[in-house]
């Protein structure tokens, strides 16, 4: 089975990786699908163009327009060598969306 393909918005810093995680930087690409890390949660991307631009402005991150394949996971957490630290789904901005795997598409907007 095809797995679906949706598009979003992923805000990295300028060397395109996470910028909310501190440990063991998943790094994004337009050549490769970035993957989460083994025993982590999924990634994060935003749905609407005004939430990551304002998450962006807030961090000092960079907008790019990706696609992303949606997760089945309800929660965002990561890896921290000593378990995981998480955030319930109903903190995160209702623009965010959950993926397994997700590719940046052209240049930051």
Known sequence: MKPIIKKGYKVVNISKQSLCQRVDWVQYSD???????????????????????DFADFLGGYVYVCEYTPSKDKDLWHCTGKGTHGLAGSFLSASTRLADSVRLIGKAL
Do not use: Q, T
């Open 31 to 53: 050549e490769e699908w970035a993957k989460r890390k083994k025993d982590c949660g999924p990634l994060a991307v935003f749905a609407y163009k005004s939430a990551a631009i």
